[in-house]
Structures are given as structure tokens and as C-alpha cells.
């Protein structure tokens, strides 16, 4: 389905970011594993990728800090030869009551979930117009899958700096599409839900925890990160060639506002 293309994964030694990668390399592109922390984690992506006979390599940048994302870009273009498909999916969280959340948690989050993102596209945008599209490698000459989340429209008390780097992804996102699809150039998000991942491991890992995120999910089950993987890899390819400025939330339904079902 990727067959040739060279993707790059932000947070990508855990979590939704690992199961991504490892299913980008088995759709048949190379991947760069961008990771902050562990490289020890990132190295057994990177092995997990090869087994599917594909390129892989880890690359340590903080995706906040536009030298090392220009710097992990050129790379790529040095190692790979391009960048095709960014999935732009580094996040953190840092939460506290709004009386209680400093300054420093505030940029903190901001600067790695929204400035982050934008960053990377910028420099993978920049690629995308050197190269132009490659018929034969895939009709875009470029996609972008922003890892959102349903908080870009799903308000959450004492998360007001997770919620707002959300929501600013999604406009983000539309604005990037609607500017880039005339040069051939496919932006588009995924917004997980809950999804069994290390950063939200308090909301699943008990039973009763689970039990009550459970009330929030018409579907009836938490997420694991290989259901936002397949959703990457379906909208990285050309087979949703005319999906743009869309965001594709994976939720079990958790945006159908599940409290209401009985009438409110």
C-alpha cells in the first residue's frame, strides 16, 4: 500500500507513535523513529520495522525546538532521499487545575503538541514542493496525518493546556490543508480517543478504572494504539487521495457525546 514511500513518525518509541511506525514499515515504507527519550525503546521499533523488510533507523530530536526539527528533516532527506508522509504525533500532557497550572506547563504543552507540529510540517512541506508528486510512488506529493484528539472539540476540565493545543491542531490542520491542496499536498488528522497507551494509563489500568472510562465509549471498549495505526496508514495512502482538511475520529464514539443517549 506504501510500497517506496519514506515516512517520518514524531513520539514514535511508544504508544500510539510506535504502533504507527511499525505499521507504516509493514504497509511497505521506510520510517524514521523520532524519539525524545529511551533510545533503547526507539532501537526496538526500528527492529520490529526491519522485520518487515523495510528501512528504519531512530532519529533523537524534540520536535519543540525548530533547529533539531530542521536538522531531523535534512536528515532524512540525506538518508531516505525524501519525505513523503509525515504523521506528526508527538504529545505530552501536564495537568493541574487552572488555578494551579503555571506558566511552565502551559508553554511546555503548547510548545511540543501545536508549535511542534507546525514546525515539522513546515520543513516537510518544504520537501514536498522541492520533489513535486512521483506518479508512481503515490498521486500527492505529499501527506500530513496530525495526531489530534477527541479534546479538540471535547472540553476537559484541568487539562485547559492539552485541550487548547488540540484544538489549535485542528485549525492548524484545516488552514495547512486548505493552502497546500493546490500544490498536490494532502493534510489531514486522526483524533483518538481513549486509547491503552503509557500517557493515560490511570483511566485503564484497574478494572473499576476501566469500568467508568467504558461509560464514555458507546462502542464498549477502550482503544489500543494498532486501531489508530491502521487509520494512519489508510489515510497516508492513495486510496483516500481525495480526503482533505478531514479530521477521522477514532473513538469508539466517544464524540457522539454518550451522556445524552437517554435524551439529556
Known amino acids: 500500500m506504501l510500497q517506496g514511500q519514506k515516512a517520518l513518525v514524531t513520539g514514535a518509541n511508544s504508544g500510539i507513535g510506535k504502533a504507527t511506525a511499525i505499521g507504516l514499515g509493514r504497509a511497505g515504507a521506510d520510517v524514521v523513529v523520532n524519539y525524545i527519550a529511551d533510545r533503547a525503546a526507539a532501537e526496538k521499533v526500528v527492529k520490529e520495522i526491519e522485520r518487515s523488510g523495510v528501512r528504519a533507523y531512530a532519529h533523537e530530536a524534540d520536535v519543540s525546538q525548530e533547529d533539531q526539527v530542521t536538522g531531523m528533516i535534512a536528515t532524512m532527506v540525506e538518508e531516505f532521499g525524501t519525505i513523503d508522509i509525515l504523521v506528526a504525533n508527538a504529545g505530552l500532557q501536564r495537568d493541574a487545575p487552572v488555578t494551579e497550572m503555571s506558566l511552565d506547563y502551559w508553554r511546555k504543552v503548547l510548545d511540543v503538541n501545536l508549535t511542534g507540529q507546525f514546525l515539522c ?80 494509563r490511570s483511566a485503564w489500568e484497574t478494572q473499576s478504572a476501566e469500568a467508568d472510562l467504558k461509560k464514555l465509549i458507546p462502542y464498549g471498549r477502550v482503544g489500543d494504539p494498532e486501531d489508530i495505526a491502521s487509520a494512519v496508514v489508510v489515510m497516508a495512502s492513495d486510496l483516500l487521495d481525495y480526503v482533505v482538511g478531514t479530521t477521522l475520529y477514532v473513538d469508539g464514539g466517544m464524540t457522539l457525546f454518550p451522556g445524552f443517549e437517554t435524551g439529556g
Do not use: D
Open 121 to 200: 510540517a513546515r520543513e516537510a512541506v518544504k520537501e514536498f514542493l522541492r520533489r513535486g508528486v512521483v506518479p508512481e510512488v503515490s498521486r500527492a506529493a505529499g501527506k500530513i496525518i496530525c495526531v489530534s484528539s477527541v479534546h479538540q472539540i471535547i472540553p476537559w476540565a484541568g487539562h485547559v493546556n492539552y485541550a487548547s493545543s488540540k484544538g489549535g491542531v485542528q485549525m492548524m490542520m484545516a488552514t495547512l490543508a486548505q493552502e497546500l491542496a493546490p500544490k498536490r499536498i494532502r493534510v489531514n488528522a486522526v483524533a483518538p480517543g481513549a486509547i491503552r497507551t503509557p500517557i493515560n
